[in-house]
């Protein structure tokens, strides 16, 4: 496939290399995704706003936006960003504490966006970017000390203020666990140890299982938090069906009456008010319940084939920054999706998670498609004779 | 810079790898959801997008003997608007207030309100329903909706009973019968969303009822409608309070007819009598006067039954074998019992008699002599072997048992007096059941109106059958009290319950209403026919008749005249 993707002839005689898979994957995504979000939300939309189009309109232009600067990244030399990495881990901590001030914005019960020139943002998005650009070039200046247990510590360490901010500040948990996450990633990728992460993850695995059981067993008290209630509610969604369990059993709800072939587009019953936030994290369900399991399995495939594009990239990338920018991204786009998939399907406790690029969230789609710019812009990096 | 390292690559392709397990697992977990539990799911969604609306099973109907339908359903109309759905709102304001005979200003009131569905009019006739249905105006909906009928109005209305609004039993046997005659309810399902607004593409999806099956029962509406009209005559022209007749076959307990007038109307059972004052009655002191209306007094009230009930005491003593039909008594027109003088009707006595005289008599002493020879032990265990401490089962709602004696608190004087058929009381289907079984070869029959249940095509799907208890007299004394008691019509007491060419049994009661001396009598009679086979056997009862009072001059010739009409309709009358 890769090989179809052979650049024009640019003035000498070296050929360059664009993604074209990669570019034809995201842009199908965001088509596909602009589809669903009208077949979603425009019964919504027309009975709140009077306008079946009002979240088609808003996302279709983020998403314009969002290529342009993608298109933008994806022509400028990765390199030039590596001077930024620590500021925008700065940036990153400043926008979200600017939450706090009147500039923040509080939208369904939560506090999570800025309102920069008039146009909202959720700064746990800037910060995603700014990790993956800070974490790849902190790995490159470590260099071979990131095999010393100190440099695996440091790097472990370093988006932790972060996580934590996120996790405090907007009252995120799934930015935390997702920034956390594309950290952990990048630090397996560039560290030459196994036995370490497969520690973390059993250690992860073990408290998950001791907090569930703790609180399980706490259920009769009523000191339950809001996340303890979250539990509960996955483990018997119908027994809190009318509170904590009421989104995950209507989304059960839509996958379930979808069957293997679906509804049919623009069918669905549970985006009549029936399921909340249906454009937003819970997009996918109703594209089961419209596309059935095929369609479902056709979107998964769609987000495999943008993360094997990655690892090409990734594994042909001409350095290292460029190489970790891109496992950066991968890991991004990685976890959102199987988080997502996990949350709307009841395998995970219900959190908050978009489905990238598909998901209405001007914010998101705005910051996935500056990603695609570096991936873009890494892949050009590559030499033909280096494939 | 700082190259791409081999260990990077082979993580890069780790963390590929993991990805795919993890898409592998959800897609697994899709497969599970969206396949094995897809119906459970599929069927939860469903139910939550449906909105019910039940539809009214039709009920099932009642039938007489004959296949007259004596209680049917009638199809009437709800007309509601729909507001949103709405086009032309003046003419369907014109159209409805024309149609439904209403005024303008209250359907253009309800045409304008904004609500999901407003109801204009129900009960509308079939035929209106058709009407308006015709004229197709969008947002007018006319639903259809069974409402009871009874062809016979007040016909055997305490027998039969009537429904209330949601289609159910209230008394009589639309209650006993309620489960075979009620059906299924069915659902009309409509698609909405969330807030609950109808989603027009979806369309509707019925669930049919299920209709109720058909009740068929003894009731003959001929012999019910002649026993009214002589109950309505005999209660005007004697001014009485009341007037029960029972019409049964003695040999199997089935009731052809079960009058207690006044009766009301099944049709508006609700409705008080013209007559009574209602303007400043509380809402329950009109549900206490109609619960007396719709009271059927032929089983849910007990009376003295007097000397009809010594039938019973006649059929203990030749059973028990105190006394023949040749034993000779003398009536000195009183009794002596202990301390108690008891008189007899005829002041000056009946002088000499055999027994047989002695019922056709009617004469207290002999009676009271009978009983004192059976004694207490004896009669007690006749009164519980004929049944008369148990209820009837008469599948009618709200049968009162009986008000008797304790065995142990029963003396002679006592027993004396229940020998005549006083100081106790038992309900007239009690009395005529009783009898029932004495005159009928001894079998104690269970009174019935159920026979069976059918379906609408008349396919039986159920039949009743009821209890019967053998031998409570022997055929021997059974026989001998239909000789009796054809004597006592022939030349005794009941000789005005008479009917040319027919061979008819009886016995006349007439008995003082409690407390005594309140000059209120009840007058009876109980006959039946043919004398030496009962087929039909008929008691009636008349509740404080004016002037005469004696059952054989007020109640005897009512049962004649039933039977000169009912037994040739019957087949049993004997012309040669």
């Avoid at chain 1, 314009?64 to 940036?91: C, K, S």
């Avoid at chain 2, 015709?134 to 016909?155: C, H, I, T």
């Avoid at chain 2, 000499?352 to 004192?372: D, H, K, R, W, Y």
Wanted: hydrophobic share 45%; glycine share 10%; with cysteine.
């Amino acid at each position: 496939m890769a090989g179809r993707n052979v650049g024009r002839k640019r003035g000498g005689q070296q050929e360059t290399f664009f993604d074209y898979t990669l570019l034809f994957i995201v842009l199908f995504l965001l088509g596909f995704g602009l589809v669903m979000l009208y077949s979603t939300s425009s019964y919504e939309a027309s009975m709140e706003m009077g306008d079946s189009a009002y979240y088609l309109k808003k996302q279709v232009a983020s998403t314009v936006l969002g290529l342009i600067v993608m298109m933008v990244i994806a022509n400028i030399p990765y390199h030039f960003w590596e001077r930024f990495a620590f500021l925008g881990y700065v940036v990153s901590v400043v926008l979200i504490l600017l939450v706090l001030t009147p500039l923040g914005i509080e939208a369904n019960g939560a506090r999570r966006w800025i309102n920069v020139f008039g146009i909202s943002l959720q700064p746990a998005e800037v910060a995603k970017l700014a990790m993956i650009l800070f974490l790849a070039s902190l790995v490159c200046k470590m260099g071979r000390s990131i095999r010393t247990p100190k440099g695996f510590m440091i790097m472990l360490a370093a988006p932790l203020p972060i996580c934590a901010e996120v996790y405090l500040v907007t009252k995120n948990l799934s930015s935390a666990i997702i920034i956390f996450g594309i950290a952990v990633l990048m630090v397996f990728v560039s560290s030459p140890d196994y036995k370490k992460f497969i520690l973390i993850g059993l250690a992860g695995i073990a408290v998950c299982a001791l907090a569930v059981y703790l609180i399980v067993n706490a259920a009769d008290s009523d000191s339950l938090s809001f996340r303890g209630g979250r539990i509960l509610a996955w483990l018997d969604p119908e027994a809190y069906a009318d509170g904590k369990g009421f989104q995950t059993l209507q989304a059960l709800y839509a996958i379930g009456s979808g069957g293997i072939w679906g509804k049919g587009l623009g069918q669905s019953m549970q985006k009549l008010g029936f399921l909340p936030e249906a454009q937003n994290d819970m997009i996918f369900s109703i594209i089961c319940e419209e596309l059935g399991l095929f369609g479902a399995t056709a979107v998964m495939l769609l987000f495999l084939l943008l993360i094997w594009r990655f690892m090409v990239i990734a594994n042909n990338a001409s350095d290292l920054f460029g190489a970790m920018l891109v496992v950066g991204v991968m890991g991004h786009i990685a976890i959102q999706v199987i988080l997502n998939i996990a949350v709307v399907t009841n395998t995970i406790p219900n959190t908050g998670i978009s489905l990238p690029f598909i998901s209405y969230g001007g914010s998101s789609v705005l910051f996935l498609l500056a990603e695609m710019g570096l991936v873009l812009s890494v892949g050009r990096g590559i030499k033909l004779k280096d494939l | 810079m700082i190259k791409n390292k081999t260990y990077n690559r082979k993580k890069i392709v780790t963390v590929f790898f993991l990805c795919m397990f993890a898409f592998l697992g959800l897609m697994g977990r899709l497969l599970y959801l969206m396949v094995a539990d897809s119906a459970y799911y599929t069927e939860k969604a469903k139910e939550l997008h449906e909105r019910e609306r039940s539809i009214k099973a039709a009920r099932g109907r009642i039938i007489d003997t004959n296949g007259t339908v004596i209680a049917d359903n009638k199809t009437v109309c709800t007309i509601s608007v729909i507001h949103s759905q709405i086009k032309e709102p003046d003419k369907i304001v014109g159209i409805l207030s024309r149609e439904l005979e209403l005024s303008e200003e209250y359907v253009r009131k309800r045409v304008e309100k904004y609500s999901s569905i407003e109801r204009i009019k129900s009960n509308v006739d079939k035929e209106t329903g058709d009407a308006i249905r015709a004229y197709n105006l969008a947002g007018v909906k006319v639903d259809e909706d069974y409402k009871r009928y009874y062809p016979y109005g007040s016909l055997a209305s305490k027998v039969l009973g009537f429904t209330g609004g949601d289609n159910q039993g209230i008394i009589g046997l639309e209650v006993k019968y309620e489960e075979y005659l009620k059906g299924q309810e069915g659902t009309i399902l409509t698609v909405t969303d969330a807030k609950g607004v109808e989603i027009d593409k979806a369309g509707e999806e019925r669930v049919e009822p299920v209709p109720g099956n058909d009740l068929y029962i003894s009731l003959d509406m001929n012999i019910q409608s002649y026993a009214t009209q002589l109950a309505k005559q005999v209660m005007e022209t004697k001014e009485a309070d009341r007037v029960s007749i029972i019409v049964m076959n003695p040999q199997n307990g089935e009731i052809m007819a079960m009058v207690d007038v006044p009766e009301f109307d099944l049709n508006n059972p609700y409705e008080l009598p013209k007559t009574m004052d209602t303007g400043n009655l509380t809402q329950e002191q009109t549900q206490e006067i109609l619960n007396g209306i719709w009271r059927n007094g032929c089983i849910n009230d007990t009376y003295e039954p007097g000397s009809t009930f010594k039938i019973i005491t006649a059929a203990a003593g030749l059973e028990e074998g105190v006394v023949t039909v040749n034993d000779q008594f003398h009536c000195p027109g009183y009794i002596m019992v202990e301390d108690r003088r008891i008189r007899c009707h005829k002041i000056a006595g009946h002088g000499s008699e055999n027994f047989v005289q002695a019922t056709m008599n009617s004469c207290n002493p002999v009676f009271i002599t009978v009983g004192l020879r059976l004694g207490v032990d004896n009669y007690y265990k006749y009164f519980t072997r004929f049944g008369l401490l148990k209820k009837t089962g008469i599948d009618l709602p709200g049968e009162a048992g009986t008000i008797m004696h304790k065995k142990e608190d029963m003396k002679a004087v006592e027993l004396a007096t229940v020998s005549f058929g006083q100081s106790f009381q038992i309900t007239p289907i009690q009395l005529a059941t009783t009898v029932s079984g004495i005159i009928n070869g001894g079998n104690r029959v269970t009174p019935h109106l159920g026979v069976m249940v059918a379906d609408r095509e008349g396919t039986q799907m159920k039949s009743f059958s009821y209890p019967v208890t053998k031998n409570v007299v022997s055929e021997e004394t059974s026989a001998t009290m239909r000789m009796i008691l054809e004597q006592v019509v022939e030349s005794g007491s009941g000789k005005n319950g008479y009917v040319e060419g027919a061979r008819v049994g009886g016995k006349t009661a007439t008995s003082q209403t409690l407390p005594r001396g309140s000059g209120k009598y009840i007058a009876s009679f109980l006959g039946f026919a043919p004398a030496d086979n009962p087929k039909v056997l008929a008691l009636a009862i008349i509740h404080n008749p004016q002037g005469v009072y004696y059952g054989g001059q007020t109640a005897a010739p009512v049962v004649r005249q039933l039977f000169e009409n009912i037994l040739p309709y019957l087949g049993e009358m004997d012309y040669n």
